[in-house]
């Protein structure tokens, strides 16, 4: 579906020629070369880096979630500017790798993050960034969308595994994470964000939609504890623990003090599944006409007003009486693939590139590590990249790769 929906954003930008298509699924190859007469098809993507060489400039990563740092990091050692899907990368490690490298390397980098090019979004950065509801004491995001738990699989894994559908490359799909048997329609197409080895949960699917705006509103750079409580049917059954992600979060970042928040910590909550925005938020939106809270969202309280922000929509200030002449600026701009497109030919900067995202990224991440520790507050060190008081956390800033997958993360 994202593959499909990047190539149609991409092909619609008059200056850009897809010369090269990589699926692991023929049938998905070969649909997408049909949106692209001429285009060259490939099944391994080392295979298409290695033989196009100087044909290609650029390159857009929207595979699983566990295949991006390899796949990215690749493509940035060529010299080729890099798309790639939410939330980066699998792991914290991850981020931060293809952050540097993109840091390093000067080329042009962007984060799936569409709705960060939206007029939304901008306009809810712009309102933060003028303090227009004062200095902020405290940010809620959600998502509990209805209708999700079909993507939030329970396990267990099925004991026994499928024959491979020939058209599909199980061993190329399987990629850097541990091998293990196929299963027909458990882990591709659509469920693989329910498994750790593969996915980041629900707040790795949704996290950086929601937090993008509020983050860059702010200027957060690194939260300095991440704590996460978790369905108890998830947290009291080791062999779910093991191997999928539970299907409802409640994760706390604790952040310093910013010159928009004031000197004091801002609390920055997320909450999934059976876990919902505290009473008081819903109290307030209540107040100002809206019965029922937004399935995803962000919320942030300030000393003079609050920001209601519901995904893919604008912001509303609260009490409306007092905002309801607030000047708002005409925001214009290219879609986020344009942006992209019009940055590797010279253009403005992108909206979302790996350097300023990275940290948020880590962050959203940070929380399923917390997820895997339930309970407990992780003091977090982003400068040496770990936990000072919890080493045995540090395993899970980086998931192993499997035998012959290996690759290098860099410094």
């Not at 995001?141 to 999700?148: F, I, Q, W, Y």
């Not at 369905?231 to 979060?249: C, H, L, M, V, Y």
């Amino acid at each position: 579906m994202m593959g499909g929906g990047d190539v149609d954003m991409f092909k619609s930008h008059p200056r850009i020629d897809i010369v090269a298509m990589c699926d692991v699924d023929e049938n998905h190859l070969n649909h997408g070369l049909s949106k692209v007469p001429g285009a060259r098809g490939y099944r391994d993507w080392r295979e298409m880096l290695e033989k196009e060489g100087d044909a290609i400039d650029s390159v857009n990563v929207t595979v699983p979630d566990h295949m991006h740092a390899i796949i990215s990091l690749a493509a940035l050692r060529r010299g080729k500017h890099v798309y790639c899907q939410k939330p980066m990368a699998h792991d914290v490690a991850g981020c931060r790798a293809m952050a540097t490298l993109a840091a390093k390397s000067g080329l042009v980098t962007q984060l799936g993050t569409q709705h960060a090019s939206g007029i939304g979004d901008q306009l809810a950065v712009h309102f933060l960034r003028q303090k227009v509801i004062g200095e902020i004491k405290r940010v809620i995001l959600c998502s509990n969308r209805p209708g999700a738990e079909a993507y939030r699989q329970a396990g267990p894994r099925p004991a026994n595994g499928d024959p491979v559908p020939a058209q599909f490359d199980w061993n190329l799909w399987t990629g850097v994470a541990p091998e293990r048997p196929y299963a027909n329609r458990v882990y591709h197409p659509g469920q693989w964000r329910s498994w750790q080895d593969f996915g980041t949960g629900w707040s790795g699917d949704i996290g950086c939609h929601i937090f993008s705006a509020i983050w860059k509103g702010l200027g957060f750079t690194a939260p300095t504890t991440v704590s996460a409580r978790v369905q108890e049917s998830w947290k009291n059954d080791p062999a779910r623990r093991a191997d999928t992600w539970p299907q409802s979060n409640h994760i706390t970042w604790i952040f310093p003090g910013t010159e928009l928040t004031g000197s004091g910590d801002v609390t920055v909550e997320w909450f999934d599944g059976e876990f919902q925005p505290p009473e008081e938020f819903k109290a307030i939106a209540r107040e100002n006409g809206i019965q029922q809270f937004p399935p995803e969202g962000a919320m942030v309280i300030g000393s003079e007003g609050s920001l209601l922000l519901p995904h893919g929509s604008g912001p509303q200030l609260f009490p409306r009486e007092k905002y309801r002449t607030i000047e708002r600026p005409q925001l214009k701009g290219p879609t986020h693939h344009h942006r992209f497109i019009d940055a590797c030919l010279g253009g403005a900067p992108t909206e979302s590139d790996f350097v300023s995202t990275g940290p948020m990224a880590e962050t959203i991440l940070l929380g399923t590590v917390a997820m895997r520790t339930p309970d407990t507050v992780l003091e977090w060190d982003a400068a040496k990249l770990c936990f000072p008081r919890h080493p045995a956390a540090d395993a899970l800033l980086r998931h192993p790769a499997r035998k012959g997958w290996e690759y290098d993360l860099g410094a």
